[in-house]
Nanobody, 112 residues
Framework: VQLQASGGGLVQSGGSLRLSCAAS????????MNWYRQAPGKQREFIAG???????YYGDSVKGRFTISRDNAKNTVYLQMNSLKPEDTAVYYC???????WGQGTLVTVSS
């Protein structure tokens, strides 16, 4: 299984980014997918999840600002991040729910 995350970068406070995570080696359409993040010196934190049927779940810190979605035809899960804050600065990881299959992470830096 390979999970290739991309889309991170440097953005100003209040800005937006869209992360992508392309999966291979897994029957993507039947798997729930998650996004996590890990800020320097902090534990990895659940951000958002999406079921195979499209139901979505969010951590309290991003609810109302981030949106998770998926495109099963492209084996890709997305994380649209709006109204970014400096405290959103972290390495963002995608994960196949219920497994230990993680992407390599993509760094998001939000400047104040």
């Amino acid at each position: 299984v390979q999970l290739q995350a991309s889309g991170g970068g440097l953005v100003q406070s209040g800005g937006s980014l869209r992360l992508s995570c392309a999966a291979s080696g897994v029957i993507f359409s039947i798997r729930a997918m998650n996004w996590y993040r890990q800020a320097p010196g902090k534990q990895r934190e659940f951000i958002a999840g999406i079921s195979s049927g499209g139901s979505t779940y969010y951590g309290d810190s991003v609810k109302g600002r981030f949106t998770i979605s998926r495109d099963n035809a492209k084996n890709t899960v997305y994380l649209q991040m709006n109204s970014l804050k400096p405290e959103d600065t972290a390495v963002y990881y995608c994960k196949v729910d219920g497994t230990n299959w993680w992407g390599q992470g993509t760094l998001v830096t939000v400047s104040s």
